[in-house]
């Protein structure tokens, strides 16, 4: 089974500087996916930033970049220049790639980031 | 907004009750997940139904079941409810194949305590 760890329960970071959120894993699987969702006080699920484990390229979306290890399964989410409103949990996913349709995604126990203004 | 949406928002009821919660998908989505999250945990799978079909079950206690039905919507049945049933329950929707555009897109969830 596939196991997803986040070994941080809380981080805080000074607003508009950078900070790295850790998650590791476990598959036997060679094809799957990674993901970083943000689930701020709303409640609601938001996917910040999706990895495909067959590309080498680290993902990057805005202000939001990953960086992939696959051999060491380690895939981390740097946030550059935090924003008041990147406070949150993050939660890091995975998704194990299938030709016969949409996988569950297993998550792990999530990350709580506050800016410090 | 995700375009799945979820009712009710908010349920509180009594231990030994049963409730239902309804999902609408995306329109166009066949598969519909239902998530459980408790106190600030991450979110575990319960199940899976793709097109009316169950396709995956997770550790969905016995004392919960769910449907699909041919509009495509699905509710989850809690019954029985204890204390511990209190969470947040999420359903999800993605698309019919596999690949990294079929994302899962969250409904806003319905808050159920359990007193």
């Known amino acids: 089974a596939q196991t997803v760890t986040q070994s941080q329960p809380e981080m805080s970071v000074q607003e508009a500087e950078t900070v790295t959120l850790s998650c590791t894993y476990d598959?036997?699987?060679?094809?799957?996916?990674l993901f970083w969702y943000k689930q701020p006080p709303s409640r609601q699920m938001i996917l910040v930033i999706r990895?495909?484990?067959?590309?080498?390229q680290n993902a990057t979306e805005n202000r939001f970049s990953v960086n992939f290890q696959k051999a060491a399964k380690s895939f981390s989410l740097k946030i550059s220049d935090s924003q008041l409103g990147d406070a949150a949990m993050y939660f890091c996913?995975?998704?194990?790639?299938?030709?016969?349709?949409?996988?569950?995604?297993?998550f792990g126990t999530g990350t709580r980031l506050t800016i410090i203004p | 907004d995700s375009g799945v949406t979820q009712t009710p928002k908010h349920l509180i009821t009594a231990t030994g009750q049963r409730v239902t919660l309804r999902c609408s998908p995306r329109?166009?989505?066949?598969?519909v997940y239902w998530y459980q999250q408790s106190l600030d945990q991450g979110l575990q799978f319960l199940i899976q139904?793709?097109?009316?079909?169950?396709?995956a079950k997770g550790n969905i206690l016995e004392r919960f079941s769910a449907q699909q039905f041919p509009d495509l919507h699905s509710e989850l049945n809690l019954s029985s409810l204890e204390l511990g049933d209190s969470a947040l329950y999420f359903c999800?929707?993605?698309?019919?194949?596999?690949?990294?555009?079929?994302?899962?897109?969250f409904g806003p969830g319905t808050r159920l305590t359990v007193l």
């Open positions: 598959t036997s699987e060679s094809d799957y996916y």
């Open positions: 999800a929707s993605s698309g019919l194949a596999g690949g990294p555009g079929n994302e899962q897109f």
């Open positions: 139904y793709y097109n009316g079909e169950e396709r």
């Open positions: 990895q495909e484990a067959y590309k080498q």
């Open positions: 329109s166009g989505d066949l598969s």
């Open positions: 996913a995975y998704r194990r790639r299938s030709n016969f349709g949409n996988e569950k995604l297993t």
